[in-house]
């Protein structure tokens, strides 16, 4: 194995350039990625985290990318309220997939992407005929998925419940290494020029009458920097930031309990999803199993990290071991948490303020997915207006009113 | 069912050693309702160990000392009403609530206005060349196999160690008839001035000075030779241990080039004293502070030891590591005080009751001073490790591994993060340490300065058959609880 190079502790600690053309705020995947590619394509660029890089739900998700739509996605509303927005966002995921194919090489190193493919399962028939119409959908995005049931699921999975009355299956889903890939995108970034400062703490933004170079002054805990533009890569607390300046962001933070488990012989190589009840379930390439799907933990103020919650370990694990059963006397060695951002329309935040010309977002649910593809087509925008079309304006960050003046 | 469910107690104390016994009896004797639970299948903890299930003891006279301090001090809990749950094992705290896990049977949540906790500690690990060679044992492992299972590995031992241990650790095995062919103790040999000092603070401590003298009179009459100022360099062998190179150090425990000493033997017994184990008190969200000389980070307490949490108090080695005795009134103070905080007993009976264990604490710690020089830790201990030597042996990283991360950050979270060190069964317990003495001397910091990786529950590892509660509903889809309204 090569031993990968990160950012030094030295240079990460180093004083905050005077000014730059573009501040990146938030050291996690988003950022990390928008400071690469901004960097690459020539822009000048400071990236500022608040503590150390990737700490945040970029490097403390299971590392899942996801293809097959899940329930996360699903509003509850029913299938023709969201059937378009299902339709794009299945769309998004093949284009960000294929973002991720590249990434080893575009990075140079490897981010352990693994496609495994994923079972997405079904305990009831009213979730069987989700499956049907999710189905349905992703052939139309161009998503290889087949509806499995009876004794042909028991035949390719004889690992999940017997109970169980169906699963979609999709060949190309997996996951990839979430400790890794931010980090090696903050190191490429800084080969390209990049300034990564990390115990930044972003305290205000002052936006200026003026434009230019002093649009902006970014002031933090480890002093001040001048701006042209901003991007607001803030993840959970990606409002908190966007409110500095008057905007606010349609997002809402959750802190998301993971379980872990000792390494057992191989069970299965798929990731496993309910589309009913909360389970993302994977083993892992050391032979561990993932046991997570967005059970709640409760909060705490930064910089703690929020706390686990057995309650969540109890029901999340119940869910696991009613999927698939062998997990039965699997033990669990460490569970963590994630502040995960959500959008409350289940859309994005991605693009450049109307209200605040300058002021950025990089912003999504299921991050890890999509902030490759996110940060690639903002970067290219930035860099070179004119030749990009704009984001849906169902992206914009100024859908809900502003908040009010003060 | 009833016998499933525990009776929500006053008090909750988690261990069942010394500290937590003596614990347990103050608080019940004043009449709170007490659940003790312990992970093992015995009381008596690790330095009063008792014989493992299967065994029965005919003649206690001919078992050793610890034995029947441990017996007495386990009997003393008879018609005490203490509630004592065995192979129970405390595996997370949270907001008052504590989840107990006995082997075999689901997660219990209990939930209790104080806890005592009463952890205990663990051998100091070690990090050297070869020390995670078959063969090579921690004191406590070894002292475990002995006292549980009556059982010795290997033909030809070497105890390496410091502190108290490494004089009365191989005296103890050389009477359930170990073959020590030697035993190095890293720290200095006593000048007349310390044993002047060990004499002037002995009064009232003849019961450990004669343990020390009856240690040493061991060693002479099993003809153990006992060389000070050495210590472990690396162990080597094919596939197991086959021999130890040792070393004379400075008073930093830093190897003096040119001295290295090779021995043949098939097992190294490792014994650089003991650590706290934080895991739990950490969990509870408790302030610490750091103490070498105690194990390193040590729990904040008050005189009555609270910790920093409302509730939770923290007694015994797990609290500093200082010995049995210490423990025994330190346990005592801790269950008084949660009696006192509780309202069962008064302010004045509490410090009467308190007065007669704070007397001999100070007598003790009096001792402890006067042989600190001999005592102490150096951190030369910390820097025997190579670029090849296993660091975290749970997921195999070698210190080569860790050297760019630790170069990025000096945070072990992230260190953690970077190599999965720390990332295995044992959850950093073994690692932990030996990292942040890198990071702190990579960065040019001390290393009380670098901050332990986040604490999570399980504090043991725990089958997802104990933990999974099937009576839980999920938290359904992921949508807002309330939509945002326009101010």
């Not at chain 1, 501040?23 to 990625?33: D, N, P, Q, S, T």
């Not at chain 1, 309220?81 to 090489?105: K, M």
């Not at chain 2, 937590?20 to 312990?38: E, M, N, Q, T």
Request: hydrophobic letters at 40%; proline letters at 6%.
């Amino acid at each position: 194995m090569t031993v990968p190079q990160w950012v030094s502790a030295e240079s990460g600690r180093a004083p905050l350039p005077p000014s730059t053309d573009v501040v990146v705020i938030g050291g996690g995947i988003a950022g990390a990625a928008m400071a690469y590619y901004l960097a690459k394509g020539g822009a000048e660029v400071t990236l500022i985290e608040r503590g150390e890089l990737n700490r945040e739900a970029s490097g403390t998700n299971a590392g899942s990318f996801h293809l097959q739509l899940a329930i996360h996605q699903l509003s509850g509303q029913g299938g023709d309220a969201d059937r378009d927005r299902l339709l794009a966002e299945a769309r998004l995921s093949v284009e960000a997939f294929a973002v991720w194919e590249g990434l080893g090489e575009e990075l140079g190193g490897s981010v352990d992407l693994h496609r495994t493919g994923g079972w997405m399962v079904a305990e009831t028939p009213e979730q069987l005929q989700i499956l049907h119409d999710k189905h349905e959908l992703e052939e139309l995005a161009g998503i290889e998925t087949e509806v499995v049931v009876g004794d042909d699921l028991r035949d390719r999975a004889p690992y999940l419940a017997g109970n169980l009355l169906g699963a979609t299956y999709c060949p190309v889903e997996g996951h990839a290494n979430p400790l890794v890939v931010a980090p090696l995108y903050a190191v490429r970034a800084a080969q390209h020029g990049a300034v990564i400062r990390t115990h930044a703490d972003v305290r205000a933004i002052e936006v200026h009458a003026a434009t230019g170079a002093r649009r902006f002054t970014v002031h933090t805990g480890a002093g001040a920097i001048d701006a042209h533009r901003v991007v607001d890569c803030g993840g959970a607390w990606a409002g908190e930031l966007a409110k500095m300046v008057g905007i606010r962001l349609p997002v809402r933070s959750e802190g998301l309990h993971v379980n872990v488990t000792e390494p057992r012989p191989r069970m299965f190589v798929p990731m496993i999803q309910h589309i009913g009840r909360r389970l993302t379930l994977k083993q892992t390439e050391n032979d561990t199993f993932i046991i997570g799907g967005g059970w709640p933990t409760p909060t705490a103020p930064p910089p703690k990290r929020y706390p686990t919650s057995w309650h969540s370990a109890a029901g999340n694990t119940a869910v696991a071991v009613s999927v698939v059963p062998g997990l039965a006397d699997v033990r669990v060695v460490r569970t963590w948490s994630g502040v995960i951002v959500f959008t409350n329309d289940f859309s994005p935040v991605v693009g450049e303020s109307a209200q605040v010309p300058g002021f950025h977002a990089c912003v999504s649910s299921t991050g890890f997915t999509f902030s490759p593809l996110f940060a690639r087509q903002l970067a290219e925008q930035m860099l070179a207006p004119a030749a990009t079309s704009p984001f849906p304006q169902r992206y914009s960050l100024d859908r809900v009113p502003a908040v009010a003046t003060y | 069912m009833a016998e499933n469910t525990f009776a929500a107690p006053d008090v909750l104390v988690v261990g069942g050693g010394p500290a937590g016994i003596s614990a347990a009896r103050a608080a019940a004797v004043a009449g709170l309702k007490v659940l003790l639970a312990d992970e093992r299948p015995t009381l008596g903890g690790q330095i009063y160990k008792q014989p493992g299930p299967g065994f029965t003891v005919t003649d206690p006279a001919a078992m050793d000392r610890q034995f029947r301090y441990g017996r007495t001090l386990i009997e003393s809990l008879d018609g005490s009403g203490v509630d004592v749950r065995l192979r129970t094992g405390v595996v997370a705290v949270e907001d008052g609530n504590a989840v107990l896990v006995t082997e075999g049977e689901p997660a219990r949540t209990v939930s209790a206005p104080r806890m005592i906790l009463a952890p205990g500690a663990h051998d100091r690990p070690v990090a050297f060349p070869g020390w995670t060679l078959p063969g090579v044992i921690t004191a406590g492992g070894l002292q475990t196999l002995a006292k549980t299972q009556r059982v010795l590995p290997g033909k030809r031992i070497l105890f390496a160690g410091a502190g108290p241990v490494a004089l009365a650790f191989p005296a103890q095995l050389a009477h359930y008839g170990a073959n020590i062919v030697l035993a190095l103790e890293a720290g200095p040999s006593p000048r007349p001035a310390d044993i002047l000092q060990v004499a002037r603070a002995a009064s009232g401590n003849t019961a450990l000075l004669l343990d020390a003298v009856r240690y040493r009179t061991g060693l002479l009459k099993h003809r153990i030779p006992l060389r000070y100022g050495q210590i472990v360099v690396r162990a080597e062998g094919n596939g197991t241990l086959e021999r130890v190179v040792h070393a004379a150090v400075d008073a930093d425990w830093r190897v003096v080039p040119g001295t290295e000493q090779t021995v043949d033997v098939d097992v190294l017994c490792v014994g650089y004293g003991f650590v706290p184990s934080l895991e739990l008190l950490r969990l509870a969200g408790c302030v610490f502070d750091y103490r070498e000389d105690l194990g390193g980070h040590v729990v904040h307490r008050d005189d009555w030891h609270r910790t920093s949490v409302d509730g939770v108090y923290a007694a015994g080695d797990g609290a500093g590591v200082e010995g049995s005795f210490v423990a025994i009134d330190e346990g005592t103070i801790a269950g008084l005080a949660a009696a006192m905080d509780a309202g069962v007993l008064g302010k004045d009976s509490a410090a009467k009751l308190a007065a007669p264990a704070r007397q001999r604490l100070s007598r003790r710690r009096a001792l402890s001073t006067a042989t600190s020089r001999m005592y102490r830790v150096g951190p030369g201990v910390f820097e025997l490790s190579t670029e090849d030597t296993v660091i975290c042996r749970c997921e195999v990283v070698r210190q080569r591994d860790l050297a760019p991360a630790i170069e990025s950050t000096e945070d072990i979270n992230v260190v953690k993060a970077y190599t999965r060190a720390g990332m295995g069964p044992c959850q950093g317990k073994n690692c932990q340490r030996h990292i942040a003495s890198l990071i702190a001397r990579e960065h040019g910091r001390d290393v009380s300065d670098i901050a332990l990786a986040t604490p999570r529950m399980p504090v043991r590892p725990v089958p997802i058959s104990s933990i999974a509660d099937h009576t839980i509903d999920g938290p359904g889809l992921f949508v807002a609880e309330e939509t945002e309204v326009a101010p």
